[in-house]
């Protein structure tokens, strides 16, 4: 569906709580709003979780918190990878790429983020597109 209205950056910074420390949870850095597949909102924190860049807890708390408020980008229970593989394969070989670019352009090895963004990439050379997720 792309008549649903997408942050179009999201990622876990976006979100603050207002007032601190017990407000609800407020989506900031709107500047990309805009319609779109709601699954693409979500391919930053699924990729770091799939690349082991966010904790399993923490990216499982923020899935439940996402469907315990209705959230649009996966079903209401399940298994939420056959919507998300694609938006975050996509978006882990962009970054990947983006920071091999930069480390060559400054003559130095990838760091330890970047370094896990391209054994991701290796990985999912051997994990089929849609395969289940732990």
């Known amino acids: 569906d792309t008549t649903t209205l997408c942050h179009g ?4 910074g976006q979100l603050i709580r207002h007032p601190a420390p017990d407000g609800p949870w407020l989506l900031i850095d709107v500047d990309d709003l805009g319609t779109g597949v709601p699954a693409w909102d979500l391919a930053r924190p699924a990729a770091w979780y799939a690349c082991g860049l966010l904790p399993p807890e923490e990216w499982h708390r923020f899935l439940t918190a996402y469907r315990a ?3 649009p980008a996966v079903p209401a229970d399940g298994d939420p990878w056959p919507v998300l593989d694609v938006p975050a394969r996509a978006l882990t070989a ?19 983020v970047e370094g896990c963004l391209v054994d991701a990439c290796a990985r999912m050379a051997s994990v089929r597109p849609g395969a289940p997720r732990g």
């Open 9 to 12: 950056d999201l990622h876990l």
């Open 94 to 112: 962009q970054t990947a790429a983006r920071a091999v670019t930069k480390a060559v352009l400054a003559d130095r090895p990838l760091d330890e």
């Open 69 to 71: 408020s209705g959230g």
